[in-house]
């Protein structure tokens, strides 16, 4: 190769870094940033409301990011009292945009740390707000990254008509969301093989667990050839969940991951209701039916005016 072409092939290769760059960070209205926000901000107060128990019995292992911590701090309802507060407090500023970016962290501390406190104090443990935590950090991340433009268009008052959503923050949610549910999938891969989907332990679990009141669960007892189905399918649709990355994959994975997400809440008490939530908002089309209504709302008020 000679120095002229390999000059080429490195100011190619800056163009398309150049590309990718300006295509990752290019801002639309921010509607459905803030639609997200305010769901995160709800699904984070819900955990407000948890009663604080504590488990009988010594600390085994670890369980959280604060582990490190004594067992008399952790095990505190000072500690649980002041983790609900500087949560109410930052998602209360958060949602009115006052002391941007600080407020984002602060919510972001109070939450992980009241989840922390939660599972610290369990005999298990369970994913039903690690997805909210860690797409509350992306948006935390996102509004203080664009602080200064999201504080100046708020000041003069044109929050609304001001493109300061990046594409970024999407794809970082989807990216997450898809390996999220794949990590899912490799563990049962991993731990239990390809027999995981035998039938048997979903009929068993059905059994001592399910909602006795569900068709879901009926169905599930009755027929181990559907139950079998139904696991083959979970575990498929979990571990190619990171190719949802790929927009033309996007709506059909948010299809099946949501439509295993409405199965387990029907037939198990295991709460993942906001799972399911930001699974559809961010892998079914939500963004772009937002985007077509608020595009429609401005041609609509630019005739009528």
Not at 73 to 94: D, E, I, K, Q, Y
């Amino acid at each position: 190769m000679t120095a002229e072409t390999s000059g080429e092939a490195k100011s190619t290769s800056a163009a398309g870094e150049s590309a990718l760059v300006k295509w990752l960070g290019e801002q639309t209205l921010p509607h459905f940033g803030q639609l997200a926000t305010w769901l995160l901000l709800g699904a984070a107060l819900w955990l407000v409301r948890y009663p604080f128990e504590i488990a009988s019995g010594s600390r085994l292992a670890a369980a959280s990011l604060l582990s490190w911590l004594p067992a008399a701090v952790l095990a505190s309802p000072a500690s649980f009292w002041v983790a609900r507060g500087v949560l109410v407090a930052g998602a209360s500023l958060w949602v009115t945009r006052k002391f941007l970016p600080y407020s984002c962290w602060l919510t972001v501390i109070g939450f992980t740390t009241l989840w922390s406190l939660h599972v610290e104090n369990s005999w298990h443990t369970n994913h039903c707000f690690q997805m909210t935590n860690n797409l509350l950090f992306i948006q935390a991340l996102w509004e203080t990254l664009c602080a200064r433009e999201i504080r100046a268009a708020t000041a003069a008052g044109k929050y609304w008509q001001t493109p300061l959503y990046p594409r970024w923050v999407t794809l970082a949610a989807v990216a997450y969301i898809g390996i999220f549910h794949t990590a899912a999938g490799l563990s049962k891969l991993t731990f239990s093989g390809p027999g995981w989907a035998n039938g048997t332990s979903l009929q068993l679990w059905t059994h001592l667990w399910g909602r006795p009141w569900s068709p879901t669960t009926w169905l599930i007892l009755q027929s181990r050839t559907l139950t079998q189905f139904l696991q083959v399918v979970t575990l498929v649709v979990e571990t190619v969940g990171v190719l949802a990355v790929f927009p033309r994959l996007r709506t059909w994975i948010g299809l099946a991951t949501v439509g295993f997400y409405v199965g387990v809440l029907l037939t198990f008490d295991y709460g993942f209701q906001f799972n399911l939530l930001f699974t559809a908002l961010y892998l079914l089309p939500v963004e772009r039916w937002v985007e077509n209504h608020v595009r429609k709302r401005g041609a609509s008020e630019v005739t009528n005016a």
